[in-house]
Structure formats: structure tokens, C-alpha cells
């Protein structure tokens, strides 16, 4: 009798510590189901909608987050450069290559946190109304710590960060061919020291 108690309470203890253990795991973690990856761009179309799954549910509850819907835009985030590298602030980027349409768009650098890691003397986003383009109607902008002519996102600090390219009143957050949507490459220039 005392041997079906002790198994009896190992085996919940093992249910319950493994199940609260691989809902932490998920939470934490940056994957959610329906991810869109285009290039090194990632999107969840479904985040914050009724239609994301229970765990990004729990992630967007817990985060108090303040997701786009369908039809308000979609947000893209890269962490990595073409080359599959880490974005690191000290090194200098060039994000160039075509948008898709989009009513507004914004391009801004995060830290682990979500917040701005932009100098105080400068703006913390760049936005489609004030950016240089290109003759063929394609963007190019600088992302770094040091000054560069033309457009250019400042950065802040050191260590990893994320680009988070948000596109409103877009076609492309309720259209079925997302993955198929042309978004710019991150590509590394050169590191300091």
C-alpha cells in the first residue's frame, strides 16, 4: 500500500512538474505556430487575434502587448543578418531592398525587451514618410552607432538587438500569400574594434 502512494505521488509529481515545465518552456520561448519567415524577417500574423493559439495567448497576456490586428498592419523582426549572424550593435548594417505596400511603415531597433535602444539626441524609429529612397523605388538605410550619410537608424550600447519592421494598413497582414512577400536583407558592413 505504501508502494502504490509513492508511485502514485511520483507519478503526479512527474506529470504536473513536467506539464507546468514544458508550458513555462513554450511561454518563454520566442516560437509560436502560424510563424511567417521571409529571409531572416519573422512574422505572427495571428498574434493577439482570437485565432492565435493558447500559448501565444498566454505570451501575449502576460507581456501586455499591444498587437496589430488583420486589418491595422504586420510586424516583422529580424535578429540575424543574411549571413545567419547575430545583429550586433557594434557593427554597422545596411538594410536595403523593396518594402511592400503599405500605407505606413515604421523601422525601428530593440533590445531583449522591446524597448528603443536609440541615443537620446536621436529618433528611435525611422518611418516611410521621412526616408530617402532610391531611384528604383527601394530603400537603403544605415544601422549603426556612428553617423552616416543619408538614411541612417542610430543605435545605442552594445550586445544583440532586433530590427522590427512594421507595416500598417497593409494587404499583406490578411493576404494567404504572405510568405511570398519581398522584404529588404540585413546586411553586415563591418564591426568597431
Not at 21 to 50: C, H
Not at 96 to 121: C, K, Q, V, Y
Request: aromatic fraction near 10%.
Amino acid at each position: 500500500m505504501l508502494k502504490t502512494i509513492f508511485l502514485t505521488a511520483l507519478t503526479l509529481a512527474i506529470a504536473i512538474g513536467g506539464g507546468a515545465a514544458s508550458v513555462w518552456l513554450v511561454v518563454e520561448r520566442d516560437f509560436e505556430f502560424g510563424t511567417v519567415t521571409i529571409g531572416n524577417w519573422t512574422a505572427y500574423p495571428k498574434r493577439g487575434t482570437p485565432a492565435a493559439d493558447p500559448y501565444s495567448k498566454a505570451r501575449f497576456s502576460r507581456e501586455a502587448d499591444l498587437a496589430l490586428g488583420y486589418a491595422e498592419g504586420l510586424v516583422f523582426t529580424a535578429t540575424r543578418d543574411a549571413s545567419g549572424a547575430l545583429l550586433r550593435r557594434e557593427c554597422d548594417y545596411r538594410v536595403e531592398g523593396s518594402l511592400p505596400p503599405a500605407r505606413f511603415w515604421t523601422l525601428s531597433a530593440r533590445d531583449a525587451d522591446g524597448g528603443f535602444i536609440a541615443p537620446d539626441d536621436s529618433v528611435p524609429a525611422l518611418h516611410s514618410y521621412a526616408l530617402l529612397r532610391q531611384s528604383d523605388n527601394t530603400v537603403a538605410t544605415t544601422v549603426s552607432r556612428n553617423p552616416v550619410p543619408g538614411n541612417w537608424l542610430a543605435v545605442d550600447g552594445s550586445g544583440a538587438f532586433a530590427l522590427v519592421l512594421t507595416l500598417y494598413d497593409t494587404a499583406v497582414a490578411s493576404s494567404a500569400r504572405i510568405a511570398d512577400v519581398e522584404l529588404p536583407q540585413v546586411l553586415r558592413e563591418g564591426c568597431d574594434g
